[in-house]
Nanobody
Framework: VQLVESGGGLVQAGGSLRLSCAAS????????MGWFRRSPGKEREFVAG????????SYVDSVKGRFTISRDNAKNTVYLQMNSLKPEDTAVYYC??????????????WGQGTQVTVSS
């Protein structure tokens, strides 16, 4: 399975971005998926996760009410809609596949990451 993120960029505080993660492979739509991020000098952090059916989602407390994870299995794509962005959301965002967990060690597949920069 290959994962390719897109949609990152530079945005002002309070703005929005939508990240996409396109997954290749015939079984990609059956994978639970997650989004993680890493800021300079910080550990990789779980952001959001979604079950393969899209019926369950989870978020780190710092993004609840601002970020929404969703998926379109017909397109093998997972999205992360990010609203009300804050400078502290600045990070490289990674999508990951094959687990529904906050523990990054449980994911088998990772994308290359996309940079999100939020200016104040």
């Amino acid at each position: 399975v290959q994962l390719v993120e897109s949609g990152g960029g530079l945005v002002q505080a309070g703005g929005s971005l939508r990240l996409s993660c396109a997954a290749s492979g015939r079984t990609a739509s059956r994978f639970d998926m997650g989004w993680f991020r890493r800021s300079p000098g910080k550990e990789r952090e779980f952001v959001a996760g979604i079950s393969w059916s899209g019926g369950s989602g989870s978020y780190v407390d710092s993004v609840k009410g601002r970020f929404t994870i969703s998926r379109d299995n017909a397109k093998n794509t997972v999205y992360l809609q990010m609203n009300s962005l804050k400078p502290e959301d600045t990070a490289v965002y990674y999508c990951a596949a094959d687990a529904y967990s906050e523990d990054a060690r449980l994911y088998d597949y990772w994308g290359q990451g996309t940079q999100v920069t939020v200016s104040s």
